[in-house]
């Protein structure tokens, strides 16, 4: 498969992807399990109410248990009265979930793939910088679409980029990513997906499916 490829001086070419990068169907399974996987990893599990054993205070009988015509009450904590302990609230609890690294990347491969297919995927030279200029690669961006710019833009790029990660940093509604860590769901929530030339080839290297 071929994927738009802009030179440093914006000349459309076009670069060839490997197939064995590519996922041609029934690995939608695979995407909605990492999926499950990544949102479960992200909650915090941290929410926590106290129960009558945790609440301080209340621990002399508010009055005596008979002859008084009131219920019968040991602690002013009970989950019964305001201010006292929570009945079956919840608790800390550590949500992780494990994934193979096989099914990651198989996730990866099918959301990278229907991009693809849509024509949403694109590899860019960006010219050398001494100091990161934002308004260079905005202008540089909106040359490549046309002065359109996508809603949302993955950006993926190398290690050493980093004057280009800083130049991008300011710009709204786009997403860098480096090509080593870069996931399913954040190919899967952008609505264009631009691969530095740089990276390009680590990320062919990634994902190939031995």
């Known amino acids: 498969m071929k994927i738009p490829f802009y030179t440093k001086k914006l000349e459309k070419q076009t670069k060839e992807i490997s197939d064995k990068i590519l996922v041609v169907e029934g690995k939608k399974e695979a995407l909605l399990q990492t999926l499950r996987v990544y949102f479960f990893n992200k909650r915090q599990g941290s929410v926590k109410t106290k129960t009558r054993g945790e609440v301080s205070g209340g621990g002399r009988k508010p009055w005596r248990q008979k002859g008084t015509g009131r219920a019968r009450h040991g602690s002013i904590r009970s989950p019964l009265w305001s201010g006292g302990g ?19 990347r198989i996730a990866f491969n099918y959301v990278l793939t229907e991009k693809l297919k849509n024509n949403k995927v694109l590899v860019i030279d960006f010219p050398g910088m001494t100091e990161p200029k934002t308004k260079e690669v905005k202008k540089l961006l909106k040359d490549v679409y046309n002065k359109v710019l996508p809603k949302s833009m993955l950006i993926i790029t190398s290690k050493g980029e980093v004057i280009l990660n800083k130049s991008l940093a300011n710009l709204t509604n786009v997403f860098v990513r480096n090509v080593s860590t870069v996931n399913a769901f954040d190919i899967l929530k952008s609505d264009s997906v631009i691969i530095t030339s740089d990276s390009f080839v680590y990320l062919e290297e990634r994902l190939k499916v031995k």
Do not use: D
């Not at 929570?86 to 099914?103: A, E, F």
């Open 86 to 104: 929570v009945s079956h609230g919840p608790r800390p609890k550590n949500w992780n979930l494990n994934i193979n690294k096989k099914m990651k």
